[in-house]
């Protein structure tokens, strides 16, 4: 799970797997490390920390960069990256300079909208069709809401997809 600071990774992820997993807390960039949750026995979904948050240290936040594109460019392991992107706002500079680097390096990437609630349908549907466009996605991204419960089976579905997947390519090499 990768995202910017605040957009609700944390979250998600207990929302997903309904447990509590993830520390959540009300100010933004608090997850600071890789964070390694076994969800059913044998695979694990790494919540990662949360970039653009302002208040950290430019030093740290630097360090935390060089970390995450490390593990992102050469953990063999990794399936893919579920990037998470807050409906209200869009992409962001940020979330469009990680997508570069994850096409850079090969990784599969699956874009989801978070906060859905907090927009109306109408315009949930809008900024969907804005999204794909912009990022010249093949379909709209998903869009869930940790409050409603929207998306929730159909992200389950996408992550296994992603793992599955990447067994195919393992048995391949």
């Known amino acids: 799970m990768a995202g910017r600071s605040n957009v609700g990774k944390s979250s998600l992820l207990n929302w997903l797997f309904r447990r509590s997993m993830a520390r959540v807390a009300k100010a933004p960039g608090k997850t ?5 949750y076994l969800v059913n026995g044998s695979q694990y979904l790494v919540d990662l920390p949360g970039y ?3 208040k950290v240290e430019r030093r740290l936040r630097e360090e935390w960069g060089r970390e995450l594109g490390r593990y992102l460019a050469t953990e063999e392991r990794l399936a893919g990256v579920v ?3 807050d409906i209200r706002h869009g992409p962001t500079a940020l979330d469009l300079e990680l997508l570069r680097f994850l096409v850079e390096v090969d990784r599969p990437v699956e874009i989801v909208l978070t906060k859905a609630d ?3 349908r109408g315009r949930r549907r809008t900024m969907q069709i804005k999204v794909q466009r912009d990022l010249g996605l093949a379909t709209p ?3 869930v809401s940790v409050k409603t419960g929207e998306g929730r089976a159909e992200l389950l579905r996408r992550i296994e997809q992603l793992a599955t997947a990447w067994r195919e390519r ?3 090499e």
Do not use: W
């Not at 600071?32 to 390694?36: I, N, Y």
């Open 52 to 54: 653009g948050y302002a």
């Open 83 to 85: 990037s998470l992107i």
């Open 118 to 120: 907090k927009e109306p």
């Open 170 to 172: 393992q048995q391949g």
């Open 32 to 36: 600071r490390a890789l964070s390694f």
């Open 141 to 143: 991204p998903l869009a």
